[in-house]
């Protein structure tokens, strides 16, 4: 049993902080988080979002309506994209400096929140910018106010205190966790996720499940968080497949939307380790590349890897999509058979990888800021050869 692979005698911390809204309808709720913003003296706000899920979901008429209803004048940065950058975080914190917003409402995936929870930070150290942040030149304690509004079913970002942002001139893509981002409020709202493409609903999906092992699996892993990681597996594996056979099957996208949360409640506890720290190399490298897609692609070797550390969590935690667990050879086997289940067959090579390029990611996974500290805490012993080789055998 995964009970084993559990240490009783080291403590650990659990932690469940932000107030989730969930549900279908809960974006109505933002009238109510206006309101409360306001009577906390909040009157102007930055909105920060993409150029278009915002509006064609749905979620930009009850935000604009709340904010006017309780006079909140706003700013909207709607320039985000996948993988935001430093640059994106220094404009948009340019707009919400000048306009004096006093919090922060991200409405999008995993994106705007981390770029809506940096412009949170630097608000509050207005002789700061998003390199100083991200290059951990200073620790912030404060951040103003966040409002997460999560319109994908993936990275539970908008129940955590991480966030990611790229530097794009040194191919960085470090992560800060610090607990003045966790958001005040969060609304999962699976209405607002039926419009997710094909592609972005896998890749969402796959994002979380890779939380779940990561963080079930680490050195500091809790019972909690085992305990959370099988439940999002079972919930991924149960309504992915519903979900991509029918997109507007609202009772699938609440389930995924359910299991995404968990998933960031749980890597808020058990934090992550290889997969994450192998994949932000890859699309810094190439900032197209979705970031679930690289994910799944580094996910069978990483299981492969971490097998001889963790083999009775991961035999529970993948039950529930892997028919055969008794090898590290098998396990990894079975998530690749898995992930071809659901569209996602993808290998390095296919998305442009080559031998050529490992060396370059090597160096990346351990000279990135962060990256060496999710390292640090993989099961297995996170040497260059052990990072080489999960690059070689995902290629």
Same mark, same amino acid.
């Given at each position: 049993?995964?009970?084993?692979?559990?240490?009783?005698?080291?403590?650990?911390?659990?932690?469940?902080?932000? +107030?989730?809204?969930?549900?279908?309808?809960?974006?109505?709720?933002? %009238?109510?988080? %206006?309101?409360?913003?306001?009577?906390?003296?909040?009157?102007?706000?930055?909105?920060?979002?993409?150029?278009?899920?915002?509006?064609?979901?749905?979620?930009?008429?009850?935000?604009?309506?709340?904010?006017?209803?309780?006079?909140?004048?706003?700013?909207?940065?709607?320039?985000?994209?996948?993988?935001?950058?430093?640059?994106?975080?220094?404009?948009?914190?340019?707009?919400?400096?000048?306009?004096?917003?006093?919090?922060?409402?991200?409405?999008?995936?995993?994106?705007?929140?981390?770029?809506?929870?940096?412009?949170?930070?630097?608000?509050?150290?207005?002789?700061?910018?998003?390199?100083?942040?991200?290059?951990?030149?200073?620790?912030?304690?404060?951040?103003?106010?966040?409002?997460?509004?999560? *319109?994908?079913?993936?990275?539970?970002?908008?129940?955590?205190?991480?966030?990611?942002?790229?530097?794009?001139?040194?191919?960085?893509?470090?992560?800060? !966790?610090?607990?003045?981002?966790?958001?005040?409020?969060?609304?999962?709202?699976?209405?607002?996720?039926?419009?997710?493409?094909?592609?972005?609903?896998?890749?969402?999906?796959?994002? !979380?499940?890779?939380?779940?092992?990561?963080?079930? $699996? +680490?050195?500091?892993?809790?019972?909690?968080?085992?305990?959370?990681?099988?439940?999002?597996?079972?919930?991924?594996?149960?309504?992915?497949?519903?979900?991509?056979?029918?997109?507007?099957?609202?009772?699938?996208?609440?389930?995924?939307?359910?299991?995404?949360?968990?998933?960031? /409640?749980?890597? =808020?506890?058990? *934090?992550?380790?290889?997969?994450?720290?192998?994949? @932000?190399?890859?699309?810094? /490298?190439?900032?197209?590349? +979705? @970031?679930?897609?690289?994910?799944?692609?580094?996910?069978?070797?990483?299981?492969?890897?971490?097998?001889?550390?963790?083999?009775?969590?991961?035999?529970?935690?993948?039950?529930?999509?892997?028919?055969?667990?008794?090898?590290?050879?098998?396990?990894?086997?079975?998530?690749?058979?898995?992930?071809?289940?659901?569209?996602?067959?993808?290998?390095?090579? =296919?998305?442009?990888?080559?031998?050529?390029?490992?060396?370059?990611? /090597?160096?990346?996974?351990? $000279?990135?800021?962060?990256?060496?500290? *999710?390292?640090?805490?993989?099961?297995?012993?996170?040497?260059?050869?052990? /990072?080489?080789?999960?690059?070689?055998?995902?290629?």
């Amino acid at each position: 049993m995964w009970e084993q692979d559990i240490d009783i005698h080291e403590v650990r911390e659990i932690r469940t902080r932000t +107030s989730v809204y969930f549900g279908c309808g809960a974006i109505k709720k933002i %009238a109510d988080i %206006a309101a409360d913003l306001k009577n906390k003296g909040v009157d102007k706000v930055i909105v920060m979002s993409g150029r278009n899920a915002y509006k064609a979901t749905g979620a930009w008429d009850f935000v604009e309506k709340a904010l006017i209803d309780n006079g909140i004048g706003y700013v909207n940065y709607d320039q985000v994209t996948p993988n935001p950058t430093s640059t994106a975080v220094n404009e948009a914190t340019k707009l919400a400096r000048d306009f004096g917003a006093k919090a922060v409402i991200a409405i999008g995936g995993g994106s705007p929140t981390d770029a809506g929870k940096s412009v949170a930070i630097l608000l509050k150290y207005p002789d700061k910018n998003a390199n100083d942040l991200y290059e951990f030149k200073f620790a912030p304690e404060e951040a103003v106010p966040i409002v997460a509004i999560n *319109l994908t079913h993936g990275t539970g970002t908008e129940t955590n205190r991480f966030a990611v942002v790229t530097i794009p001139e040194k191919d960085y893509k470090p992560a800060i !966790a610090y607990d003045c981002i966790y958001p005040m409020y969060a609304i999962d709202d699976p209405a607002l996720m039926t419009k997710l493409s094909p592609k972005q609903t896998r890749y969402v999906s796959i994002d !979380a499940v890779n939380h779940v092992v990561e963080a079930s $699996t +680490s050195k500091v892993a809790s019972p909690y968080a085992v305990t959370l990681a099988r439940e999002v597996i079972s919930l991924v594996g149960q309504y992915l497949p519903k979900a991509i056979e029918n997109p507007e099957d609202l009772e699938a996208r609440y389930y995924l939307a359910y299991a995404a949360m968990l998933g960031g /409640v749980c890597f =808020d506890n058990g *934090l992550l380790h290889y997969t994450h720290a192998l994949e @932000h190399p890859l699309s810094a /490298v190439k900032p197209e590349l +979705s @970031h679930g897609l690289g994910l799944a692609m580094l996910l069978p070797a990483v299981v492969k890897n971490i097998y001889s550390a963790k083999a009775e969590t991961l035999k529970y935690i993948l039950e529930p999509i892997v028919k055969d667990t008794s090898s590290a050879e098998k396990a990894a086997e079975g998530v690749y058979e898995w992930l071809k289940s659901v569209g996602v067959p993808s290998k390095l090579k =296919d998305e442009g990888f080559t031998e050529a390029d490992i060396q370059n990611l /090597v160096n990346l996974a351990f $000279t990135t800021p962060s990256l060496d500290g *999710l390292l640090a805490i993989a099961p297995t012993e996170a040497t260059k050869t052990a /990072v080489e080789e999960i690059y070689r055998n995902s290629l």
